[in-house]
């Protein structure tokens, strides 16, 4: 099993940058190859949407469609650590942000594991208790 913990959220000026961490660690983490990692948000009243998610494997990476490049996903194996990165932070990205794992599971219907990770939250069942992210103005 992981464990996933999220850190790097606060209070950032509009138009700022920043970079939020999620530390992986747990009895499977020498199988991180295995997983697919990716970061949510979340609004108070809504359902949790997948920002970006990114495969331990190949790399190969997801990003919602609101998203509009306005996010980038990387990882660090050796550290065990996905990021999320945003430049030019807007008031809309405010929100609470969680990070999850999830097996590689290659869906039937020919999407790619990490697109059927970020579109399915419902089924993941490894959650981090998340990081709020704040703009000023």
């Known amino acids: 099993q992981l464990q996933v913990v999220e850190s790097g959220g606060g209070t950032v000026q509009s138009g700022g940058s920043l970079r939020l961490a999620c530390a992986i660690s747990?009895?499977?983490?020498?199988?991180?190859?295995?997983?697919?990692i990716g970061w949510f948000r979340q609004t108070p009243g809504k359902e949790r949407e997948g920002v970006s998610c990114?495969?331990?494997?190949?790399?190969?990476?997801y990003y919602s469609d609101f998203v509009k490049g306005r996010f980038t996903i990387s990882r660090d194996s050796a550290k065990a650590t996905v990021y999320l990165q945003r430049n030019g932070l807007e008031p809309e990205d405010a929100d609470d942000y969680y990070c999850?794992?999830?097996?590689?599971?290659?869906?039937?219907?020919?999407?790619?594991?990490?697109?059927?990770?970020?579109?399915?939250?419902?089924?993941?069942?490894?959650w981090g208790q998340g990081t709020q992210v704040s703009v000023s103005s």
């Open positions: 990114i495969s331990m494997s190949d790399r190969t990476t």
């Open positions: 747990g009895g499977d983490a020498h199988n991180l190859h295995r997983y697919a």
């Open positions: 999850a794992a999830d097996f590689l599971l290659t869906p039937l219907n020919g999407v790619t594991p990490v697109q059927y990770m970020c579109e399915g939250p419902g089924q993941i069942g490894i």
